[in-house]
Structure formats: C-alpha cells, structure tokens
C-alpha cells in the first residue's frame, strides 16, 4: 500500500511539474494560442505514434497472447460500460461540455500514468499487458472520442479515422508483435525519441490552458465532480466487481484495474484545443482528476493487488 502511494505520487509530481512549465509559459506569452494547437498537432501526428509503436515492440510470446487478448476483451467491456454510464448520468445542457465531460468519464490516461505504475509494480509483463489497453484506447478514441468531440453532426466517419497516425500505428504494432518483427535499431531509437516528448508536450498544453482558466469554475461544475468520481472510483470498482465474480487474477488483471482507475485522458485537452471545443473545461477536468487521482489511485492499486495478484 505504501509502496504503490509513493510510486503514484512520484509519477503525478513529474507530470504536475510539467504542467507548471506549461503554465508559467502561458503567464510569461512564450506560447501562444496558435503555439499552443502546433504543439497539439505534433502530439497528435508524430509523438503519440511514435508511443505507440514502441508499446508493441517486443518479442512475440504464445504464452502471454492468450492474458494479451483478454486484456483487450475487458477492456472493450469497460469502454461499453463507460459509454452507458456517462450518457444515462451526464446531463449537462451544453453539448459541446456534455461531451467534454462524457470523454472524462469515458477515457482514462491509460498510457501516461498508468504505464509507468504498471511497469513499476508489474515489470515488463505490466506494460505488455498495458499496451494492449493504450492500443484499444487509441483505436477507440481516435474514432469515438474524436468524433463527439470534433461534433461530426451524426456521421461517423471511420474510414478517415481508421487513416489517422494513431490508428495506423496501433494495427502496425500488433502486426509487428504477432509476426516478431524488430524495427532496426535507428529507427527504434529516433521512435524512442519521438516517444519520450509525448508527456512533456501533453502536460505543456494542459499547463498553458490553465494559464487562461478559473479551475475554480470546474470546482464549483456538479457535472465535473461527478465525472471524476464516475472515472477514479466508480468505473475501477466495477471493474474489480467483474474479475472478482468471474475469478480472473493475475498481472492482466492487476493491469486492467490500473488502466481503468488512471485519472481523464490528457488526449481529451488536445482533441478539445484542436477542435475549439471548450479546451477550459478539458484542461481543468485532466488537472482535476489527475490531482484526485493521487488519493484514488494508490487505494484502487492496492486493492488489485491483494484481491488479484
């Protein structure tokens, strides 16, 4: 229990950091709003992908493919429960923060704060296990997410979405895991690059939002308060429910709850600064849940560990 609150504080004190930088920049006009969406579409188009990739890049293991497609299996149960859950209790008026505050329910930050937890609780077995999570998150964001937050008018478009950098490379990983193929060693040192700017990027755009917002007006959202506790606490308890009723244990288990229990997607501010949807909002809700996340977070750990490993 200690160890996972000093591993978990650890992470968000790095990423809070971060933001910090980002919003001492925004105070001091070195960036900008038009800095502010190149930085986004970086993110979007190069950094992202390159993580991705790098997630899928290990040796293929018949043994572990088996706990590899159950983690994509809960996890698509768990978007479909989030999906339900958020539109039967998010009533916000507003469309465009309805689905800001839905996409906070709906989508954790799987990838950026949950995977270093995974890799230091779990190992290497833990970040396998957590890409198949940030694998599904991108396919599913990248089309679903995308599309109630860009508000495409009720046509969902998945030919273009399934072309988009994040999609492309999700399939392009898992065809590199199932057939093991190794990517030379420049390349996979230039994607490791690439790779380790999509946090700082991320936290600097949230940061420099922030600049501009009254995160009391988020404090003060009935809507905001409950879609944080719907995503830190609700969602991972149903989740721990459901291992718990059908008696799955083990690393994808312990992962699975850690991918869930993670606070809203920082992707959630990117999306909502590119498409000019209420990127205030986004940014408060990300710095909200993730502040949250620091009491939530170790406690849920804790429980899948003792109940699941």
């Excluded at 498409?275 to 993730?290: C, I, M, R």
Aim: net charge positive.
């Amino acid at each position: 229990m200690i160890n996972s609150f000093m591993i978990v504080g650890e992470q968000i004190i790095i990423v809070f950091a971060l933001i910090v930088v980002g919003f001492i920049c925004g105070k001091l006009k070195i960036i900008n709003n038009n800095i502010s969406k190149g930085l986004s579409s970086i993110a979007v188009n190069l950094t992202i992908p390159a993580t991705i990739l790098m997630s899928f890049h290990r040796e293929f293991d018949a043994v572990l493919l088996k706990d590899f497609l159950f983690s994509v299996g809960i996890g698509i149960l768990m978007y479909l429960i989030c999906i339900v859950l958020s539109t039967l209790t998010i009533k916000e008026k507003s469309e465009k923060r309805r689905n800001v505050i839905k996409c906070a329910v709906i989508f954790s930050n799987c990838a950026m704060m949950a995977m270093p937890l995974e890799s230091a609780l779990l190992g290497s077995d833990g970040v396998f296990f957590g890409a198949a999570h940030a694998g599904l998150f991108n396919l599913v964001f990248w089309t679903y997410g995308l599309y109630i937050i860009s508000g495409s008018n009720g046509s969902l478009n998945f030919k273009k979405a399934l072309l988009t950098p994040c999609i492309i490379c999700t399939f392009a990983g898992m065809i590199m895991f199932l057939f093991n193929i190794s990517l030379p060693q420049t390349t996979y040192k230039i994607l490791e690059h690439l790779s380790n700017m999509t946090l700082p990027l991320s936290m600097m755009i949230i940061g420099y939002t922030i600049s501009s917002t009254n995160i009391g007006d988020v404090l003060s959202d009935k809507w905001c308060w409950l879609a944080a506790l719907e995503r830190l606490i609700i969602v991972p308890m149903i989740l721990l429910g459901l291992l718990l009723l059908f008696r799955k244990t083990g690393t994808a288990a312990v992962t699975a709850v850690i991918s869930i229990a993670s606070p809203a997607a920082a992707s959630i501010n990117i999306l909502a600064v590119l498409y000019g949807k209420d990127e205030k909002l986004a940014a408060g809700l990300v710095s909200v849940s993730t502040i949250l996340s620091l009491l939530t977070l170790p406690v849920i750990t804790a429980l899948a560990q003792n109940l699941l490993g």
